[in-house]
């Protein structure tokens, strides 16, 4: 089961675009009154967990290094309407679709995370994240199949949520859908662009991984998307109803400062600063998080990082300061224990991806000690601090042993797997899913270890983006002098 809201306040949010007052910027001693033990999480350790849990969201041929032993080769029959190669790829959730918008989204995420945080991914971590990101740019590249077509959706969700089974021995018509010139999709193919250009720079870098051959590839795919994408500005025609996108801008936004990270080239630049200075009022209004569904809040920090105009600080200001404890915006909630609470369900993405982009924020200098501050708080709670359990599987005290997630729930590859022996399953997981985050809890710090309840046990490709980058921005902290890492990343002892 995949499902994600939909927003229907749009007046309200272009009336708050203009009406909204910020608060007053983080005071300077603005800190967590606790004295820390003596160590920090081993961030580290939670980044290869999370890129492990990327490599059990594979599809397709597996590589002959496959770490995860208990999956296989999948899905090889995935393939266009003329016969396309569409093999590869990850799956979205805990389910066996493959959704290319949060797919993107995670792509440029987890590039961003490394270009920002090189430090935080030291040693084999480079290659690992390299090789992870690799698996899906190449899936990108085969869904670009020509210049005015892109494969943007493997499988329906409804087909595929009927069945409770391995990947590994499923076969079922798997529909792939299309956008070409008779249907538009901005959002999606901008969205691949952006992530396929991050790919690219992340790959010409000097060092381990460095791939030159690899780096022009991707930019040349992505320049193509872009054009693709800027064609007809429109949604893509989703096939369900498992996800609905908000607005088709902050894509094109993202994409065109990516394809001027890549390129150099300042007309993209200049694309990008116009297109949010054309009263649009879908670019200048707060976001209600930032996710794969809104990218405005980090398009805003690189614009600002780029030109050093404050109107894309002040914006991002404006929503980060707001999220902040003691600000006084009546929307932000916050639960008993201090998890920043976005929403009922999956409601640690939205916490996750805040982290990142506060780490982000903070490292251009945009309130550094109050922002670390909120990040470090809300992933200590997210790895058990204060809590009784942590909410990544592999981590922590009491982790969790029953995400809502097929493969990981089916017995050894010899045994047949369904909803019987697996989905109601009172036990743990067969497979130890390592290195992903749960959903989370609810508004009263209340969470189940239940399989079933998808809402809080669900894992997801997005889910994991916003955690890994802010463990990869923790790690550069902590990698660093170690007076930046504030005392609040630090494991507190239990309350007694």
């Not at 916490?351 to 670390?372: D, E, M, S, W």
Request: glycine share 8%.
């Amino acid at each position: 089961m995949r499902c994600y809201l939909i927003f229907s306040l749009i007046v309200c949010t272009f009336a708050l675009a203009n009406s909204y007052v910020p608060p007053p910027p983080p005071s300077s001693d603005y800190v967590i009154k606790e004295k820390p033990s003596e160590r920090p999480h081993n961030f580290e350790s939670l980044i290869s967990k999370s890129i492990r849990f990327y490599e059990a969201q594979r599809c397709g041929y597996l590589p002959a290094d496959n770490r995860i032993a208990w999956r296989g080769d999948s899905f090889l029959y995935d393939a266009g309407k003329n016969g396309e190669d569409l093999t590869g790829g990850w799956f979205d959730a805990g389910d066996h679709v493959k959704f290319g918008l949060p797919m993107a989204w995670t792509t440029s995420i987890l590039a961003w995370s490394f270009l920002e945080f090189r430090e935080g991914y030291k040693g084999g971590l480079v290659t690992d994240l390299l090789d992870s990101i690799k698996w899906p740019c190449d899936y990108f590249v085969k869904c670009h199949t020509k210049p005015n077509e892109f494969y943007f959706q493997v499988a329906d969700a409804n087909l595929d949520h009927a069945y409770w089974d391995r990947p590994e021995d499923l076969y079922y018509e798997r529909e792939a859908y299309i956008i070409n010139g008779n249907m538009n999709g901005t959002d999606v193919c901008a969205a691949a662009a952006a992530a396929l250009a991050a790919c690219s720079i992340a790959f010409s870098e000097t060092g381990a991984g460095r791939d030159t051959t690899l780096a022009e590839q991707y930019l040349n795919v992505a320049i193509s998307l872009f054009n693709l994408a800027d064609k007809g500005h429109d949604f893509a025609p989703l096939p369900s109803h498992h996800y609905s996108n908000r607005r088709w801008e902050d894509e094109l936004l993202w994409a065109s400062i990516w394809l001027h990270k890549a390129t150099g080239d300042i007309d993209y630049l200049t694309k990008a600063e116009t297109m949010y200075g054309d009263n649009n009022y879908s670019l200048k209004a707060r976001s209600w998080a930032f996710d794969f569904q809104d990218t405005k809040e980090a398009s805003r920090l690189l614009l600002y990082v780029l030109t050093g105009n404050e109107i894309y600080r002040d914006r991002l200001e404006r929503h980060l300061n707001g999220i902040l404890p003691h600000h006084g915006n009546l929307s932000t909630r916050y639960t008993p224990k201090g998890l920043y609470f976005r929403s009922e369900w999956g409601p640690l993405r939205y916490t996750a991806n805040t982290a990142f982009l506060a780490l982000v924020a903070a490292q251009h200098g945009i309130h550094p000690k109050a922002y670390r501050e909120f990040a470090c708080n809300q992933t200590n709670y997210i790895l058990g601090n204060d809590i009784d359990h942590s909410f990544v599987v592999g981590y922590g005290t009491d982790p969790p042993c029953r995400p809502h997630h097929r493969s990981s729930s089916c017995p050894g590859l010899s045994i047949p797997c369904n909803w019987g022996n697996a989905m109601l399953n009172e036990g743990c997981n067969y497979h130890e899913l390592t290195g992903a985050m749960v959903g989370g809890p609810n508004m009263n710090d209340e969470w189940t270890d239940n399989r079933q309840d998808y809402r809080s046990n669900e894992v997801g490709l997005d889910y994991n983006a916003g955690f890994q980058g802010a463990m990869a921005g923790l790690q550069k902290l902590k990698k660093g002098t170690g007076r930046d890492l504030p005392p609040a990343c630090y494991i507190r002892a239990k309350k007694v």
